[in-house]
């Protein structure tokens, strides 16, 4: 039996692969390489020591997906396939429907049909909008404000009505918080395409001299130094919640929904500063204005999935951030052309 996990080539796919090799999953990758390289899947292999299929294909592809349900033996999916630039999905908001919304159904319809009805979602923090109260627990008021928070809300619902019209479905959606950090072997990470829209890797690129400053985006926030507050969470305790929700959903049914994160919140300047500390490197910024859609502090409640899934985000910002610098300054080019 093997686990598709669909955008395995991205990255929290690619660390999320990782894991589920080195604990003795066999695993499937679909991926259209639309924002990711084919050079992370040999590193995963070189890193894991372990072989696994990799179809480079569309979600919205129905032939090429039905191909890999007939030749495979699939037991569950994990679903990381999507695009997930907010600036972008408001330029182009159908591209975002249409890749994220249509790609996932279609994915359940072929999974009906083959007849695995057992799934790992990837929602965002984004489904919380513009949070009243941090921490934000799973029973928070639920807002898209853009339309890529929009595709995860939609998409939240869809599974949900696909479990009220078929209770033998097994589903975990899982509402991510902000990822960073990489893999501690220095061999696989974040590598944008462009110029980096998130914090981490804006910072790594800096620290390695592709860009002069960091541009601080508003410091009159309600926070403890003005600047914006978030929940960093390592990628690799990030994919080692992956395997505890694997290990939930496989033998129940049911549709339940987990925020992953640490569940404390640090400022820009907080991680500027925790970066410069573990890597002696100086980070320049300047606060300009606030970036349109940004909210003032976003953090987890993590108590649900500490007590249902029994996992916790162990690795510190400090190990994320050595992690992130040791990511870029071993790969200055990412994983190359
Ligand atoms: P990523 O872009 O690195 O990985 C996504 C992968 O999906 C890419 O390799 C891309 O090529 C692939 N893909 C996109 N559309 C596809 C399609 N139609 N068919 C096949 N492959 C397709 O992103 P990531 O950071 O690894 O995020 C993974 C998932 O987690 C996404 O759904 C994202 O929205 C969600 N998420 C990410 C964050 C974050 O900060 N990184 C936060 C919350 C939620
Ligand atoms: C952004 C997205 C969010 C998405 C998340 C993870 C927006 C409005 N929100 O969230 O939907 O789920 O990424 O992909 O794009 N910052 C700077 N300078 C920079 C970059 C960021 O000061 O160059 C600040 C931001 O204002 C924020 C913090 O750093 O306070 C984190 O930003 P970022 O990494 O983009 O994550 P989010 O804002 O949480």
């Given at each position: 039996m093997s686990i598709l996990v669909t955008g395995g080539a991205g990255y929290i796919g690619s660390h999320t692969c990782i894991e589920l090799l080195s604990a003795g999953y066999e695993i499937v990758v679909l991926d259209n390489l639309s924002n990711s390289k084919p050079e992370v899947l040999k590193r995963i292999s070189e890193l894991t020591k372990k072989d696994f299929k990799f179809y480079q294909a569309d979600l919205l592809d129905k032939t090429t997906l039905e191909k890999v349900f007939s030749e495979n033996n699939i037991e569950a999916v994990i679903h990381f396939a999507g695009l997930k630039a907010v600036g972008e999905s408001i330029e182009i908001p159908l591209h975002y429907y249409h890749n994220n919304i249509t790609g996932t159904l279609v994915l359940c319809q072929t999974m009906k049909k083959y007849d695995v009805k057992k799934m790992i979602f990837s929602s965002?923090?984004?489904?919380?909008?513009?949070?009243?109260?941090?921490?934000?627990?799973?029973?928070s008021p639920l807002s898209a404000i853009n339309p890529y928070g929009r595709t995860k809300l939609v998409i939240e619902k869809i599974l949900g009505d696909l479990y009220d019209s078929d209770n033998s479905w097994s589903i975990a959606l899982l509402r991510y918080f902000n990822p960073i950090g990489a893999h501690e072997s220095g061999r696989i990470g974040e590598d944008p395409n462009d110029i980096p829209n998130n914090l981490m890797p804006y910072i790594n690129q800096v620290a390695i001299g592709k860009r002069d400053k960091l541009n601080v985006f508003g410091n009159d926030y309600d926070t403890h130094d003005g600047t914006g507050v978030r929940d960093y969470i390592h990628v690799v305790d990030l994919a080692k919640g992956h395997l505890k929700a694997l290990e939930m959903i496989i033998p129940i049914t049911g549709i339940d929904v987990f925020n992953l994160g640490t569940g404390t919140g640090y400022s820009v300047l907080d991680l500027i500063k925790s970066y410069e500390n573990v890597t002696s490197k100086k980070i320049p910024y300047t606060f300009t204005h606030r970036r349109p859609g940004d909210v003032d502090k976003s953090y987890a409640d993590i108590t649900k999935a500490n007590k249902i899934l029994g996992w916790k985000a162990l690795k510190s910002l400090e190990d994320m951030c050595y992690d992130s610098w040791r990511w870029q300054k071993n790969n200055p080019n990412g994983y190359g052309k």
């Amino acid at each position: 039996m093997s686990i598709l996990v669909t955008g395995g080539a991205g990255y929290i796919g690619s660390h999320t692969c990782i894991e589920l090799l080195s604990a003795g999953y066999e695993i499937v990758v679909l991926d259209n390489l639309s924002n990711s390289k084919p050079e992370v899947l040999k590193r995963i292999s070189e890193l894991t020591k372990k072989d696994f299929k990799f179809y480079q294909a569309d979600l919205l592809d129905k032939t090429t997906l039905e191909k890999v349900f007939s030749e495979n033996n699939i037991e569950a999916v994990i679903h990381f396939a999507g695009l997930k630039a907010v600036g972008e999905s408001i330029e182009i908001p159908l591209h975002y429907y249409h890749n994220n919304i249509t790609g996932t159904l279609v994915l359940c319809q072929t999974m009906k049909k083959y007849d695995v009805k057992k799934m790992i979602f990837s929602s965002s923090a984004n489904v919380y909008g513009v949070p009243k109260l941090v921490p934000i627990t799973e029973t928070s008021p639920l807002s898209a404000i853009n339309p890529y928070g929009r595709t995860k809300l939609v998409i939240e619902k869809i599974l949900g009505d696909l479990y009220d019209s078929d209770n033998s479905w097994s589903i975990a959606l899982l509402r991510y918080f902000n990822p960073i950090g990489a893999h501690e072997s220095g061999r696989i990470g974040e590598d944008p395409n462009d110029i980096p829209n998130n914090l981490m890797p804006y910072i790594n690129q800096v620290a390695i001299g592709k860009r002069d400053k960091l541009n601080v985006f508003g410091n009159d926030y309600d926070t403890h130094d003005g600047t914006g507050v978030r929940d960093y969470i390592h990628v690799v305790d990030l994919a080692k919640g992956h395997l505890k929700a694997l290990e939930m959903i496989i033998p129940i049914t049911g549709i339940d929904v987990f925020n992953l994160g640490t569940g404390t919140g640090y400022s820009v300047l907080d991680l500027i500063k925790s970066y410069e500390n573990v890597t002696s490197k100086k980070i320049p910024y300047t606060f300009t204005h606030r970036r349109p859609g940004d909210v003032d502090k976003s953090y987890a409640d993590i108590t649900k999935a500490n007590k249902i899934l029994g996992w916790k985000a162990l690795k510190s910002l400090e190990d994320m951030c050595y992690d992130s610098w040791r990511w870029q300054k071993n790969n200055p080019n990412g994983y190359g052309k």
